[in-house]
């Protein structure tokens, strides 16, 4: 018998009485498996990624001003 309990406005759900299927662990893990080859796969090189993951700032309201600062202190330490 599964049970449900309301917490914050979310539904947590036991499944401990209903366990996933052979079948469904063997599809789910064949999945995984193909994600980790496909992700061995994949070069990671930082100069790939756009800016906006090399910086915080970038794609918000200070995004103007963080980099008339950054240009101020390049400015100021040649």
């Known amino acids: 018998m599964m049970t449900e309990e309301r917490i914050a406005g979310k539904t947590f759900k036991d499944t401990q009485d209903n366990p996933p299927s052979p079948e469904l662990l063997t599809e789910a893990e064949a999945a995984f498996a193909k994600l980790n080859a496909d992700r061995a796969l994949t070069p990671v090189s930082g100069e790939e990624e756009p800016e906006r993951f090399h910086d915080d700032m970038v794609g918000t309201e200070y995004e ?15």
Request: net charge positive; hydrophobic share 20%; proline share 0%.
């Open 64 to 78: 103007d001003w963080y980099r008339q600062k950054r240009a101020q202190r390049a400015n100021r330490d040649q």
